[in-house]
């Protein structure tokens, strides 16, 4: 289908899409068995210019938007979501800085990410606060204040678990407890460097799919982070992240897209030469069905997708409904694809020799982070509900 | 100038002709072919295609050359470190019958340092003649002395026909040559032959990777000068005993100046790979899983006394290295036997071994494009037949 | 420095199939691409600039259309392009090809280094790289795997040989052919892909370089083509059936008298 993409969305979606198949689709297996980062895939992103896409000219990006970001993403995951979302999650990484950030900040940060020389990662989720975000232990204590050197410090103490990227990169957005007091106002949004003090790396944590993603835990033991590196003010913490997320989400829908378009093409490619019963599958009503509803869910969720990028980049105020219907939708499709992938190609689906059994393990992790489709449905819900009131 | 035209009356609007174009220069339009001018290169595929004759290819006839004072065939040996190339003895074997068909001279040109004892010696591959140059400015291949030193032997003497070996020295060498001597040059010939009549040496070789083959003329210049690629020809049988007559040559000393210096030689372990000289070849593809299935192939080409080759997926996937690469590309290679284990047999990849005598194809894919050009193919996993091939060579041969 | 690259503007072979009813070739839909030697040539070229400063051109004879090669040369880093396009071009052997090319890069004027791939994928003779240096009478080194080091009078190089490699040195100005040793081309860039939408070729004809027109086209190609042919294509042979062990069996008796 034509999504009406502009001339440089087409270059960029072109340009990853050979990078997809030249560079990503020959290795994608083995970094799924190696569990290895990918830093030679993300050095020819960086090389292309595509870290930048959705950032501002002025500092460094190519000044597209989400949708060009989607489109990328969704290209690269059609080889392979796990390498895929070392670029995608450092757009996550990013977005506090971008959306909240003070302008200093920006020009420091923003620059060394579009060009893909540093990545970044999006620090939230803690032992004890997944979908009960607001929960989080976190706590970042300030000491001094305008007149000490550097207007003061602030000290973070806590463990993020489970964050994407993270020993990896080297820029981290994150959430942590300003004042446990305020409850949801009490939260503040930071950047921290790898390598400063009281700063470590748990262990690459052993996962189902998306193997070649670097997850591990980040722990701040007496970290001290200077008090410029605190983004917009104290308090708006939930804020930036919420909106970082919403931001975000249509990128995660886009991921969805990519894997369970990828899987459906392996799959197809197989059915039209598989001969059983003297006859191509593809002969068969059932799977002629099966091919059919896959087909018209993928688009549905790419139509979806784009609509959702898209209305993120014309500045629309508000986005939550709609970009959590975007990541719900196609991250349930892309569960139930990449499913029938494996279902189509039969024993053969199966094998780790072939490459769709890899597409439904990493297919599954959309359905659980940046927040889990039940979270998403309560949002949607809520927000309907809101939008009926508001129309008597 | 040369120009190209459609004789209308004669075309029947087949489309042969336009699907014959390498360039896409053809379309019809009205039942009748059309040839865009701005993509036209004169190739004449398309006339060769046509089967009403409707092309026509007209080249201006320029003034015929007085070539009478061009004589014999001459066969470039290339030496290194003072040991004749093989490729040369093939040259010399298939310039002894061209010089057989045009009544002449087969005649060597040596250049090197102290070869005096060689230059003798090639009198027993079947040269009539040697021209020899000696000087230690010859003693190892340099670009400058070389070229200048054979561009000079061919303004004096005046061969009809050189042929030159298509390695990394001779393709260098006889490319220069050709500029300063204002002469024709065909590369990687497949086959050579002589037109009695018009004394112009036919040279056939492939193009677009092997899909076509062209054959191809000097009318008008002198030398008429062809590369040949290794083990295309056969090696001129020894005539233990025979002489050739040994023409030593001197130069000027600014014959030998060269720009460039050979600081040193090196000798990689790893270039003795040389797929282009094995005759048996183990080759792996995408089919092969990883390093591991290499090392099956590894293992069959031992026991063998092959090499192992690759297609560009197994490169590209980092099981082997680039130096093992066969296709288009990667190298070519006409070994015996080609044992192409897990490649489905793209044509990039077909590019690069069809010539094989024997190629042998194991495939658990019965679909697989390979199966097509295979002289003898197994459906089957290579996990287990390569294995069990290696074991029943091991028995056969005794080792 | 002032480094020129020469490319060529090739069909993409790897779509090139035969037609078994006509036994020619089948082209529909062919696209045509920069020769994949190339690739290592402009990145090299692309390389020794960022390294020494100075500019890329890339130049290309052949057809209006090979300007796209060019303008996918910019986006891989070259800075300008020269296209060298006219009628008087047609039939080009590989003589009056370096030939033209060379007049052309006497136009272009300075240079310190010319970078060619080793050969083109449809002619694949590897004879315009010397070529054109003879043209020049300019020192050159073929088959070159690496560059040691260099500067703007001299370099030091490794060229390729069956058995390994030579060091040799040379001066500048010279011409280099490279091999895919050599480096891994980058992807192009979309900065240097919006670049190259909006760069000014030049394009010259056979009257803007000077050249003689004698030695130009097929009436200055020594070489002519006679007879073009499609090779008898290659057939199947016979499959062989069974455990792997009958397998193995059958092949080894078969082959045998192939193995020394």
């Known amino acids: 289908m034509d999504y009406f993409l502009n001339e440089q969305q087409i270059m960029v979606r072109d340009l990853a899409r050979r990078i997809a198949r030249e560079k990503i689709a020959p290795v994608a297996a083995q970094y799924d068995e190696s569990e290895e980062f990918a830093w030679p895939i993300m050095k020819v992103l960086a090389e292309s210019d595509l870290f930048g896409i959705y950032i501002p000219e002025q500092y460094g990006g190519l000044g597209g938007g989400i949708l060009d970001m989607c489109v990328v993403t969704e290209e690269l995951s059609r080889a392979c979501g ?22 200093e900040q920006k020009k420091k940060y923003l620059p060394e990410i579009a060009s ?15 979908s009960d975000a607001t929960a989080i232990q976190t706590t970042a204590r300030k000491e001094g204040d305008s007149s000490s050197p550097g207007g003061g410090k602030y000290i973070l103490n806590g463990t993020k678990q489970w964050i994407t990227n993270a020993g990896e990169a080297e820029i981290y957005t994150v959430i942590a407890m300003t004042d446990k007091k305020k409850g949801v106002r009490g939260a503040s949004a930071f950047i921290v460097e790898k390598g400063t003090k009281g700063m470590e790396f748990g262990k690459k944590e052993k996962k189902m799919g998306i193997r070649a993603s670097a997850t ?3 722990i701040f033991t007496d970290c001290e982070v200077p008090a410029a590196n605190l983004i917009s003010r104290e308090g708006m913490g939930f804020i930036a992240a919420l909106k970082t997320l919403d931001t975000s989400r249509p990128g995660v829908a886009a991921q969805a897209v990519g894997m369970a378009q990828g899987a459906f093409d392996h799959a197809l490619n197989y059915a039209r030469t598989r001969v059983q019963f003297g006859q191509p599958v593809t002969g068969f009503q059932a799977v002629q069905h099966m091919i059919a509803d896959m087909g018209t869910q993928i688009e549905a969720a790419r139509a979806l997708t784009y609509a959702v990028a898209r209305m993120v980049d014309s500045g629309a105020k508000s986005i939550s409904r709609e970009s959590a219907m975007a990541k719900l939708f196609a991250s349930d499709m892309a569960m139930k694809v990449t499913t029938d992938a494996v279902q189509l190609m039969g024993g053969y689906g199966y094998m780790r020799d072939y490459p769709v059994e890899k597409f439904m393990r990493d297919a599954k992790i959309t359905q659980i982070y940046e927040g889990t489709n039940q979270i998403q449905r309560n949002v949607i819900a809520a927000n309907l509900i809101k939008e009926s009131l508001q129309k008597d | 100038m040369a120009s190209i035209r459609i004789l209308l009356d004669k075309c029947v609007g087949c489309s042969l002709c336009v699907k014959a174009c390498p360039f896409g220069a053809i379309h019809m339009s009205e039942g009748k072919a059309v040839i865009d001018m701005g993509k036209c290169t004169l190739c004449g595929s398309c006339v060769a295609a046509c089967r009403f004759s409707a092309i026509e290819l007209e080249k201006s006839a320029g003034p015929k050359k007085d070539l009478s004072a061009y004589k014999d065939v001459w066969v470039f040996c290339e030496q290194k470190k003072g040991v ?4 040369s003895y093939e040259l010399l074997g298939e310039g002894r019958k061209l010089a057989d068909k045009l009544g002449v001279k087969l005649c060597a040109v040596l250049l090197g340092e102290g070869l005096d004892a060689v230059a003798e010696s090639l009198g027993e591959r079947g040269a009539d003649k040697v021209y020899y140059v000696g000087h230690p400015a010859l003693k190892a291949y340099q670009d400058d002395p070389y070229s200048e030193v054979l561009s000079r032997l061919v303004e004096e003497y005046k061969p009809e026909v050189l042929l030159c070996g298509a390695t990394t020295i001779g393709r260098s060498l006889i490319s220069r040559v050709a500029i300063k001597a204002d002469a024709g040059l065909t590369a990687d010939c497949t086959a050579l032959d002589i037109d009695p009549k018009e004394r112009l040496l036919l040279q056939t070789r492939p193009a677009f990777g092997g899909n076509i083959m062209a054959t191809i003329t000097a009318p008008n210049h002198r030398p008429q000068m062809a590369t040949v690629r290794h ?7 020894v005539e233990k005993g025979r002489k050739a007559e040994v023409v030593k040559k001197d130069y000027p000393a600014e014959a030998y100046a060269s720009r460039t210096k050979l600081l040193e030689m090196v000798e990689e372990l790893g270039a003795t790979v040389n797929l282009s000289e094995a005759d048996i070849i183990v080759a792996g593809g995408r089919g092969m899983g990883g390093k591991e299935g290499f090392a099956l192939l590894e293992d069959l080409a031992k026991v063998l006394g092959g090499a192992v080759g690759a297609s560009r997926s197994a490169v590209d996937a980092d099981w082997i290295s ?3 690469q066969v296709g288009q590309t990667g190298k070519t290679v006409v070994p015996k036997i080609y044992f192409a284990c897990g490649i489905s047999g793209q044509i990039q990849h077909l590019i690069g071994m069809q010539s094989s005598k024997i190629i042998v194809a194991v495939n658990k894919d019965p679909e697989a494009p390979i199966f097509k050009v295979a002289t003898y193919g197994i459906v089957g996993d290579v996990n287990e037949v390569v294995p069990a091939i290696t074991r029943e060579f091991k028995r056969v041969l005794n080792k | 420095m002032n480094i020129i690259v020469c490319i060529k503007q090739v069909p993409n072979t790897t779509d090139v199939k035969i037609d078994p ?3 020619t070739l089948v082209r529909d839909g062919v696209e045509s691409v920069i020769n994949p030697f190339d690739a290592y040539a402009i990145e090299e070229a692309v390389r020794l600039k960022e390294k020494l400063g100075g500019k890329v051109t890339a130049v290309t004879m052949g057809p209006p259309q090979a300007e796209k090669a060019l303008r996918d040369a910019i986006a891989l880093g070259c800075d300008e392009g020269v296209l060298v396009s006219d009628r008087k071009f047609a039939g080009s052997d590989t003589w009056a090809t370096s030939y033209t090319l060379s007049a052309a890069i006497e136009k272009i004027g300075d240079y310190g280094v010319i970078v060619c791939g080793k050969q083109a994928s449809d002619g694949d003779t590897a004879q315009v790289g010397p070529g054109i240096s003879a043209h020049l009478d300019i020192p050159q080194v073929t088959y070159v795997r690496k560059i040691r080091g260099i500067n703007e009078k001299t370099a030091v190089v490794e060229r390729m040989t069956e058995e390994g490699f030579d060091v040799v040195e040379t001066p500048l100005p010279c011409l280099f052919t490279v091999v895919k040793e050599i480096n891994t081309p980058r992807m192009p860039s979309i900065k240097g892909m919006m670049r190259a939408k909006s760069a000014k070729i030049s394009k010259w004809t056979a009257a803007d370089i000077d050249a003689e027109p004698a030695a130009l086209g097929l009436d200055g190609s020594p070489t002519r083509v006679v007879k073009i042919f499609t090779p008898e294509p290659r057939k199947g042979g016979e499959i062989i059936s069974g455990s792997a062990g009958d ?6 008796e078969l082959l045998k008298g192939e193995v020394v």
Not at chain 1, 86 to 98: D, E, K, Q, V
Not at chain 1, 118 to 124: G, I, Q, S, Y
Not at chain 2, 84 to 87: D, F, G, P, T
């Open chain 3, 247 to 252: 397998v193995a069996k059958e092949l080894a």
């Open chain 3, 21 to 23: 009813a006509t036994n």
């Open chain 2, 322 to 324: 680039y130096a093992h």
């Open chain 1, 82 to 103: 796990a390498i895929a979302l070392g670029y995608a999650s450092s757009a996550l990484g990013a977005l506090p800085i971008m959306i909240s950030g003070s302008e």
């Open chain 1, 116 to 130: 893909g020389r540093k990545l970044a990662a999006f620090c939230l989720t803690e032992a004890g606060a997944g």
């Open chain 1, 216 to 218: 591990r835990e980040v």
């Open chain 2, 84 to 87: 004749v190339q093989s490729i």
């Open chain 2, 231 to 237: 083990k295309v020809m056969k090696e001129a049988p």
